[in-house]
């Protein structure tokens, strides 16, 4: 390496790691060490007592009988999450040291939020979490999950959806097309494709693959046919757009121009469909109800031995 | 080393400042407590049973199936709206609870539960999900049983629709759709402090009727289609977890079974060639998937480092016995009987996240995806569309073989501002037969999250992609496919795409939410086929908070989807040119208001419009096609009186009307076309009022905190 450039890269290294202390002051724990409240939640629920903290006792994290739990015998109770609290309590309050708070209004980084979860569900359903876009976003736990509500919004059918669209405000929109799946009726919700805590797959599917995903409900596309459709065995995403779409059937083009992006044969695949095949001039079969699948029917695949054209 | 040491001296001395800063500034964990003298005797645990139980009624008035389409209302009329939900838990931690929603539609759904907290715990679920489809739809085909249908004696079968006399007076109404139902049984057993495992078994009917179409050569018809499937599934997870590592096995068994999987229909048209008179579909065949997989993690003792791992193995099977090659007389069923389907498919992945420095993070996967299809290709000697034979043909088919590689940094340049650079490749290898060897796709892109203030975020990202191929294999296209066509999945792409993200506190009550993207795909080698693609999204949200009683928001989106594509009628026709351009608009605003301690409100508006144009090019100016479009408009007013702390009333009233036009549907009658007996499927509309009155009843008896 030449040396002019190691020195570059040394200078810009140390820059880092100057660069660095600032940050990790503002989460430094104070010294000394943090120490923890004389009584645990005993000592907090003095002050910490109106309805919305209290609902936490509706939550699975806290169970007395769980030995997995923060309430479960011999946990931190409220300081498993929120760190420490001795000081906090010397303070009267006053002084946050040791505590780490959660929500939009947090003064707690993301990451240290995200650690006190990390301590306990990294090993579980956070798994993935360190890899996902959501962690590298800086997007804490807590931007999703209510903690304290009885029942977290983020985890009811109803209402998860909500949650999503509050960043992706686009796939909002999206819901609100003419094909969609039933996510708008509360009857399905991100989860059942997307794992938002980081996953193996592309756009952190919940399966491995996007046909994968697809067919963990839709099982009648999963074949093999006998007669394959190549596009279909490699994506579902190649012709569906599955967050909504103004086309039928999530087709993310309207037939015949969708089939035409592929298909240009001799005959009637290459035929330039136009508006003359309306029903104010001659009706083309080519064009209109189903456009190509008024006879092609079979396009997920065809196991009937005269399947070739995916017409039978 | 020496060497290496000596050339290598800045870098190392960076290194170790970098490394050095971030250990000096690690944290110090406190001392574990003794939490012998931790009561928690201000803890209100929940102990003993509460319940409630809704009960009231709706009356939708001008409810079809398209408004009904995922509700399961449907026509007009009177629908129970009954709900309840419970639980009881002991100071032993044994608990039971359900919830149970909906039960007077076919979207009901619930579950119940119960258990040992920290032990067991089981679960008993169903879910019901109705899909209603066209709300228009007559067909002269009349249900002979067995997924067969035949036509009205005295039909007049003719050469085109037209000429079919008996059309009209057959015609009979008939309702498509269909009810996904699903039952799951799950168990899950904690065993210690590390272990646990799972199961559940998994029921899914499918049961309704959907339409198809088919052709006898050049005549074609929609005819209903029977739905009866049955997909049963059980997945069996053992987990265990550690404090540094984790591991979970899982059995995953899937079998699908279509109960009508073929579909016979009777020839409306005089037929091609004496005998055929009668067609015949094969549906979904049964199939089963079985897949093992193992993952998990390992936290690695420096730098913060997680280790994630996962490998897969999954057989796709489906050995359903053939059908005979045509309904013609003398058709023969082919030998093999059956297709003896064998698909393995695989799925390794590596991952890294590191943490090297406090202020940056870097991960990475690498992922391998196998696609291989070990089924036998058949020759096959084919009936066309059961009028004459086509010949014979080997059946293709398909494997892949991806690899994915992704990685990123991230870094917190300042405490205002983080950055991070990211990329990912994506290789697909095809097998044999298909007209392309390889193809890559390479990613990258930046992003920075910018936070100039507390309550000011926003994420810009930008990147680009291109995606490049080997050569094209034009002697794998089916016979007659013009070599110059290259399918949308095959065909070189440039990408350049950006998007911003951004969320503002504007005041302690005003928030405003933004999120953007652009895309521009160009197809350039293609000479036939998609040419470009552009898109557009831009969605945002404002609320705003008076007061602690009263939120009020708005928000809106508008997208747009433009694509160029090209083909080629044949040599006495230049080529033509389709341009397409999709908008699509939202907006709506609304208020939750609690009037008092008695009353609480909530108002909502939703308008949508998109419209769709498609033009032409031939020889001469573009034609333009009619505009597709569609229209929603939804206003909902919610109220809720508070009679007790125990009994609530809930007046609901909604309007909605929907509109839509479809050049591809309106006007298209069963005899529009000469050639297709169609089912008379018109665009979506609906316009309904619906009125909701509940009576909700809260009971139960939940135990006070323990106090000294």
Same mark, same amino acid.
């Given at each position: 390496?030449?040396?002019?450039?190691?020195?570059?890269?040394?200078?810009?290294?140390?820059?880092?790691?100057?660069?660095?202390?600032?940050?990790?002051?503002?989460?430094?724990?104070?010294?000394?060490?943090?120490?923890?409240?004389a009584?645990?939640?005993?000592?907090?629920?003095?002050?910490?007592n109106?309805?919305?903290i209290?609902?936490l006792?509706?939550?699975?994290?806290?169970?007395?009988?769980d030995?997995?739990?923060?309430?479960?015998?011999?946990?931190?109770?409220?300081?498993?999450?929120?760190?420490?609290?001795a000081?906090?309590?010397k303070?009267?309050?006053k002084?946050?040291?040791?505590?780490?708070?959660?929500?939009?209004?947090?003064?707690?980084?993301?990451?240290?939020?995200?650690?006190?979860?990390?301590?306990?569900?990294?090993?579980?359903?956070?798994?993935?979490?360190?890899?996902?876009?959501?962690?590298?976003?800086?997007?804490?736990c807590?931007?999703?999950?209510?903690?304290?509500?009885?029942?977290?919004?983020?985890?009811?059918?109803?209402?998860?959806?909500?949650?999503?669209?509050?960043?992706?405000?686009?796939?909002?929109?999206?819901?609100?097309?003419?094909?969609?799946?039933?996510?708008r009726?509360?009857?399905?919700a991100?989860?059942?494709?997307?794992?938002?805590?980081?996953?193996?797959?592309?756009?952190?599917?919940?399966?491995n693959t996007?046909?994968?995903?697809?067919?963990?409900?839709?099982?009648?596309?999963?074949?093999?046919f006998?007669w394959?459709?190549?596009?279909?065995?490699?994506d579902?995403?190649?012709?569906?757009?599955?967050?909504?779409?103004?086309?039928?059937?999530?087709?993310?083009?309207?037939?015949?121009?969708?089939?035409?992006?592929?298909?240009?044969?001799?005959?009637?695949?290459?035929?330039?469909n136009s508006?003359?095949?309306?029903?104010?001039?001659?009706?083309?079969?080519?064009?209109?109800?189903?456009?190509?699948?008024?006879?092609?029917?079979?396009?997920?695949?065809?196991?009937?031995?005269?399947?070739?054209?995916?017409?039978? | 080393?020496?060497?290496?040491?000596?050339h290598?001296?800045?870098?190392?001395?960076?290194?170790?400042?970098?490394?050095?800063?971030? +250990?000096?500034?690690?944290?110090?964990?406190?001392?574990?407590?003794?939490?012998?003298?931790?009561?928690?005797?201000?803890?209100?645990?929940?102990?003993g049973?509460?319940a409630?139980?809704?009960?009231?009624?709706?009356?939708?008035?001008?409810?079809?199936?398209?408004?009904?389409?995922?509700?399961?209302?449907?026509?007009?009329?009177?629908?129970?709206?009954?709900?309840?939900?419970?639980?009881?838990?002991?100071?032993?931690?044994?608990?039971?609870?359900?919830d149970?929603?909906?039960?007077?539609?076919?979207?009901?759904?619930?579950?119940?539960?119960?258990?040992?907290?920290?032990?067991?715990?089981?679960?008993?679920?169903?879910?019901?999900?109705?899909?209603?489809?066209?709300?228009?739809?007559?067909?002269p085909?009349?249900?002979?049983?067995?997924?067969?249908?035949?036509?009205?004696?005295?039909?007049?079968?003719?050469?085109s629709?037209?000429?079919?006399?008996?059309?009209?007076?057959?015609?009979?109404? +008939?309702?498509?759709?269909?009810?996904?139902?699903?039952?799951a049984?799950?168990?899950?057993?904690?065993?210690?402090?590390?272990?646990?495992?799972?199961?559940?078994?998994?029921?899914?009917?499918?049961?309704g009727?959907?339409?198809?179409?088919?052709?006898f050569?050049t005549?074609?018809?929609?005819?209903?289609?029977?739905?009866?499937?049955?997909t049963?599934?059980?997945?069996?997870?053992?987990?265990?977890a550690?404090?540094?590592?984790?591991?979970?096995?899982t059995?995953t068994?899937?079998?699908?079974?279509?109960?009508?999987?073929?579909?016979t229909?009777?020839?409306?048209?005089?037929?091609?060639v004496?005998?055929?008179t009668?067609?015949?579909?094969?549906?979904?065949p049964?199939?089963?998937?079985?897949q093992?997989?193992?993952?998990?993690?390992?936290?690695?003792?420096?730098l913060?480092?997680?280790?994630?791992?996962?490998?897969?193995?999954?057989?796709?099977?489906?050995?359903?016995?053939?059908?005979?090659?045509?309904?013609?007389?003398?058709?023969?069923?082919?030998?093999?009987?059956?297709?003896?389907?064998?698909?393995?498919?695989?799925?390794?992945?590596?991952?890294?996240a590191?943490?090297?420095?406090?202020?940056?993070?870097?991960?990475?996967?690498?992922?391998?995806?196998?696609?291989?299809?070990?089924?036998?290709?058949?020759?096959?000697?084919?009936?066309?569309?059961?009028?004459?034979?086509?010949?014979?043909?080997?059946?293709?088919?398909?494997?892949?073989?991806?690899?994915?590689?992704d990685?990123?940094?991230?870094?917190?340049l300042?405490?205002w501002?983080?950055?991070?650079?990211?990329?990912?490749?994506?290789?697909?290898h095809?097998?044999?037969?298909?007209?392309l060897?390889?193809?890559?796709?390479?990613?990258s892109?930046?992003?920075?999250?910018?936070?100039?203030?507390?309550?000011?975020?926003?994420?810009?990202k930008?990147?680009?992609?291109?995606?490049?191929?080997?050569?094209f294999?034009?002697?794998?296209?089916?016979?007659?496919?013009?070599?110059l +066509?290259?399918?949308?999945?095959?065909?070189?792409?440039?990408?350049?795409?950006?998007?911003?993200?951004?969320?503002?506190a504007?005041?302690?009550?005003?928030s405003?939410?933004?999120e953007?993207?652009?895309?521009?795909?160009?197809y350039?080698?293609s000479q036939?086929?998609?040419?470009?693609?552009?898109e557009?999204?831009?969605?945002?949200?404002i609320?705003?908070?008076?007061?602690?009683?009263?939120?009020?928001?708005?928000?809106?989106?508008y997208q747009?989807?433009?694509?160029?594509?090209?083909?080629?009628s044949?040599?006495?026709?230049?080529?033509?040119?389709?341009?397409?351009?999709?908008?699509?608009?939202?907006?709506?605003?609304?208020?939750?208001?609690?009037?008092?301690?008695?009353?609480?409100?909530?108002?909502?508006?939703?308008?949508?419009?998109?419209?769709?144009?498609?033009? +032409?090019?031939?020889?001469g100016?573009?034609?333009?096609?009619?505009?597709?479009?569609?229209?929603?408009?939804r206003?909902?007013?919610?109220?809720?009186?508070?009679?007790?702390?125990?009994l609530?009333?809930?007046?609901?009233?909604?309007?909605e009307?929907?509109?839509?036009?479809?050049?591809?549907?309106?006007?298209?009658?069963?005899?529009?076309?000469?050639?297709?007996?169609?089912?008379?499927?018109?665009?979506y509309?609906?316009?309904?009022?619906?009125?909701?009155?509940?009576?909700?009843?809260?009971?139960g008896?939940?135990?006070?905190?323990?106090?000294?």
């Amino acid at each position: 390496m030449d040396r002019r450039c190691g020195y570059g890269l040394a200078a810009a290294l140390a820059l880092l790691a100057g660069g660095a202390a600032p940050a990790l002051a503002a989460d430094a724990p104070a010294s000394p060490p943090a120490t923890y409240s004389a009584h645990g939640a005993d000592t907090c629920l003095v002050c910490h007592n109106d309805a919305g903290i209290m609902a936490l006792f509706r939550t699975a994290h806290a169970r007395p009988n769980d030995p997995r739990g923060p309430f479960g015998h011999g946990g931190l109770q409220c300081e498993a999450c929120h760190g420490a609290g001795a000081a906090h309590v010397k303070a009267h309050g006053k002084q946050p040291a040791g505590i780490v708070d959660f929500g939009p209004r947090a003064v707690a980084s993301a990451a240290k939020q995200n650690g006190m979860c990390l301590g306990c569900h990294r090993t579980g359903a956070a798994h993935d979490w360190d890899a996902s876009v959501h962690a590298t976003r800086g997007v804490a736990c807590a931007g999703c999950h209510t903690l304290h509500a009885a029942h977290d919004p983020v985890r009811v059918a109803d209402t998860q959806n909500e949650v999503c669209t509050t960043c992706h405000q686009t796939r909002q929109t999206d819901l609100l097309k003419l094909s969609h799946h039933p996510l708008r009726e509360g009857k399905m919700a991100c989860t059942a494709c997307h794992s938002p805590h980081g996953s193996t797959a592309p756009a952190q599917l919940v399966h491995n693959t996007v046909n994968e995903t697809c067919t963990a409900c839709h099982a009648e596309y999963r074949g093999p046919f006998l007669w394959e459709h190549q596009p279909v065995t490699e994506d579902c995403d190649n012709c569906h757009e599955p967050h909504g779409s103004a086309q039928p059937a999530l087709l993310k083009v309207r037939p015949p121009f969708l089939c035409q992006q592929c298909h240009e044969g001799a005959g009637h695949p290459s035929v330039a469909n136009s508006p003359s095949g309306l029903p104010g001039g001659t009706p083309s079969a080519f064009l209109l109800a189903g456009g190509c699948v008024n006879c092609h029917s079979q396009v997920h695949g065809s196991n009937h031995p005269s399947g070739r054209a995916l017409m039978r | 080393m020496k060497h290496l040491l000596r050339h290598n001296a800045p870098l190392a001395l960076g290194v170790a400042a970098a490394l050095a800063a971030g +250990i000096a500034a690690a944290d110090t964990p406190p001392e574990a407590p003794d939490t012998s003298s931790w009561k928690c005797s201000q803890c209100p645990f929940f102990e003993g049973y509460d319940a409630k139980v809704e009960v009231g009624a709706m009356y939708a008035s001008g409810a079809n199936a398209s408004y009904g389409r995922y509700t399961g209302i449907d026509h007009t009329g009177a629908y129970a709206d009954v709900a309840a939900d419970g639980q009881y838990r002991s100071a032993e931690g044994n608990y039971a609870s359900y919830d149970l929603e909906d039960l007077g539609l076919p979207s009901r759904e619930g579950y119940v539960e119960g258990g040992h907290e920290g032990r067991f715990d089981v679960r008993l679920s169903y879910d019901g999900q109705p899909t209603r489809l066209y709300d228009v739809a007559v067909t002269p085909f009349r249900s002979l049983g067995d997924s067969s249908f035949g036509l009205p004696a005295g039909w007049v079968a003719a050469g085109s629709t037209a000429g079919m006399t008996q059309l009209q007076a057959s015609l009979a109404p +008939i309702t498509l759709g269909f009810d996904r139902r699903t039952v799951a049984l799950s168990g899950l057993l904690l065993a210690g402090s590390s272990w646990s495992v799972l199961g559940e078994f998994r029921r899914q009917e499918k049961v309704g009727t959907d339409f198809t179409s088919a052709s006898f050569l050049t005549d074609a018809l929609q005819v209903p289609q029977p739905v009866d499937y049955v997909t049963n599934s059980f997945d069996a997870t053992a987990k265990w977890a550690g404090r540094m590592a984790s591991l979970r096995i899982t059995y995953t068994g899937s079998w699908f079974q279509d109960n009508s999987d073929t579909l016979t229909f009777a020839n409306p048209y005089l037929p091609f060639v004496p005998g055929s008179t009668t067609g015949r579909l094969a549906l979904p065949p049964g199939n089963n998937l079985q897949q093992l997989s193992a993952a998990g993690n390992v936290q690695l003792p420096w730098l913060a480092t997680t280790l994630t791992y996962s490998a897969s193995l999954g057989h796709l099977q489906q050995n359903a016995a053939f059908l005979p090659a045509s309904t013609l007389p003398g058709a023969t069923m082919p030998a093999p009987g059956s297709l003896d389907g064998d698909v393995h498919v695989s799925q390794y992945m590596l991952g890294l996240a590191s943490h090297p420095l406090p202020k940056l993070s870097v991960h990475g996967h690498a992922t391998y995806d196998g696609r291989d299809d070990a089924t036998t290709p058949l020759t096959l000697a084919y009936v066309v569309t059961d009028t004459f034979p086509g010949g014979s043909f080997v059946t293709p088919r398909y494997s892949e073989d991806r690899v994915r590689l992704d990685g990123g940094a991230d870094y917190s340049l300042f405490r205002w501002m983080r950055i991070g650079v990211a990329g990912e490749l994506h290789d697909i290898h095809y097998g044999p037969g298909q007209v392309l060897t390889w193809s890559q796709d390479a990613q990258s892109w930046g992003y920075a999250t910018i936070a100039p203030v507390a309550a000011l975020s926003f994420t810009l990202k930008g990147g680009n992609a291109a995606r490049k191929t080997s050569a094209f294999d034009a002697a794998a296209l089916p016979p007659a496919e013009n070599p110059l +066509i290259r399918a949308y999945n095959y065909a070189p792409r440039d990408r350049v795409f950006f998007s911003l993200m951004s969320d503002w506190a504007v005041t302690a009550t005003v928030s405003w939410t933004l999120e953007g993207f652009f895309a521009d795909d160009d197809y350039r080698l293609s000479q036939l086929g998609l040419q470009s693609a552009h898109e557009r999204r831009a969605s945002t949200t404002i609320s705003w908070r008076p007061r602690e009683t009263l939120n009020l928001y708005a928000d809106g989106g508008y997208q747009t989807y433009d694509y160029l594509q090209s083909g080629y009628s044949g040599v006495a026709t230049p080529p033509w040119l389709v341009a397409n351009a999709e908008r699509f608009w939202n907006a709506g605003a609304g208020a939750e208001w609690l009037v008092s301690q008695r009353w609480r409100l909530k108002l909502d508006y939703l308008h949508t419009p998109s419209y769709t144009d498609t033009d +032409i090019t031939l020889n001469g100016p573009p034609q333009a096609f009619p505009q597709n479009w569609t229209r929603l408009d939804r206003t909902s007013l919610e109220a809720t009186y508070v009679r007790s702390s125990a009994l609530q009333f809930h007046l609901r009233y909604s309007f909605e009307k929907f509109d839509s036009s479809d050049w591809a549907l309106g006007g298209v009658g069963p005899a529009t076309i000469p050639n297709l007996l169609a089912l008379g499927l018109q665009p979506y509309r609906h316009s309904v009022n619906l009125f909701a009155l509940t009576a909700s009843y809260q009971f139960g008896k939940v135990a006070a905190p323990k106090s000294d």
